[in-house]
């Protein structure tokens, strides 16, 4: 049990360091601007095309990749997040930068789409979704600690600081991978992504992901702008806290009661964009709680199920997961963008709940379908 705790501990330190790593940008715009010489909607690039190329690579690169050992590909992406980070800390021009940016995303998905597998077997099956609530921890710090951190060192050191400092806990990473992580062989018939999209299950998981990324990042986005500057701080603070609670209530959920917590989740998340609007105040950081709780218990139940759901098709199954997480970030911040356009900042969370809602809808359908299937076959 040791050995597992401290290869999920290793764990834990790769999703913070790679979370960060793609979202850290946000935070240093302004300074990537002006070191590259290019506008800031450029170097916003770094990040969407870092989502785009995810989205891409992905599938074939998870199915290429499906035999190989999963220590073997983490150390090995671990590598290319050292290098990655490196080179943009070097880069001498926008179009290197760039470059480094999507070296990263190359490792990206196919990581993601290995490492929820990865942490269950580390455990009994009976713990494996407190495995897989231990790398999402990984996601929350990364977007609680590790950006907000990073951002004030580029901030007092320069981007190019944060990011070889970045660069530097990616090489820790391989030695301690190599150190206290076991062996943990692929699939000798790897189940694509394409084959684990035919499961109905896995189908309805994917598309939850999607709408409720797709809901969230409507508003998260434009957070700032919604709430203005002086409120923003704080709120996402709480934010941040709350979600923290929110994966660990997942961890203990997961395993035995995904299929219950999710839908109560997707509930709680939509009741508290519908608050939003009509509260304030002191009521306004509880219902902005609520939301951070609810929202960040979601990807560890909806990894748990997509791993439960296709026994076999593990993989496959997570790098379509991977593909609605990413595709439902691009859209919603996209959405967002337009939203706050045509729309103004106040109709920002009731553009955000239809999409949820319509998660909530995708979850129960599927319940519903489930629940006949099994009557047919006592009947």
Not at 199 to 219: D, E, K, Y
């Amino acid at each position: 049990m040791r050995g597992a705790a401290a290869g999920l501990a290793v764990l834990f330190a790769v999703a913070l360091t790679t979370i960060t790593t793609e979202t850290l940008p946000m935070g240093l715009l302004p300074q990537l601007s002006r070191g590259l010489a290019v506008t800031e909607s450029w170097a916003g690039l770094l990040v969407g095309g870092y989502s785009l190329l995810i989205i891409a690579t992905a599938v074939p690169l998870t199915t290429l990749t499906g035999r190989w050992d999963r220590r073997r590909l983490l150390l090995a992406v671990m590598a290319l997040f050292a290098i990655s980070n490196a080179l943009l800390a070097a880069a001498p021009n926008y179009q290197v930068a760039l470059l480094a940016r999507l070296i990263a995303a190359l490792g990206h998905g196919v990581l993601w789409s290995a490492m929820a597998g990865y942490a269950a077997g580390l455990v009994e099956p009976a713990k494996a979704g407190r495995a897989v609530a231990v790398v999402f921890a990984g996601n929350s710090a990364a977007l609680t600690v590790g950006v907000p951190l990073g951002t004030l060192l580029g901030q007092a050191a320069g981007w190019r600081a944060v990011f070889a400092v970045l660069s530097g806990v990616s090489v820790l990473l391989v030695l301690a991978g190599r150190a206290v992580l076991p062996r943990q062989e692929g699939s000798a018939r790897p189940v694509g992504a394409g084959q684990a999209l035919r499961i109905p299950s896995v189908r309805q998981v994917a598309a939850a992901t999607a709408l409720v990324m797709l809901g969230h990042f409507t508003l998260h986005t434009y957070l700032v702008p919604y709430l203005g500057s002086a409120a923003a701080a704080p709120a996402l603070f709480v934010f941040g806290l709350a979600g923290i609670a929110g994966v660990a209530a997942a961890g203990l959920l997961a395993d035995r009661h995904a299929g219950v917590a999710l839908p109560g989740c997707l509930g709680l998340l939509a009741a508290a964009l519908v608050a939003l609007p009509v509260t304030g105040g002191p009521a306004t950081i509880t219902v902005i709680a609520v939301w951070g709780l609810a929202y960040a218990a979601l990807p560890t139940l909806l990894q748990t199920l997509a791993l439960q759901r296709a026994p076999g098709a593990g993989p496959g199954a997570s790098a379509l997961f991977i593909i609605a997480f990413n595709a439902g970030i691009t859209a919603g911040s996209l959405a967002g963008g337009q939203a706050l356009a045509f729309l103004g900042t106040g109709l920002l969370p009731v553009v955000a709940v239809i999409p949820v809602l319509s998660a909530l809808l995708v979850m129960w359908l599927g319940a519903r379908r489930q629940a006949r299937a099994y009557a047919a076959v006592v009947t």
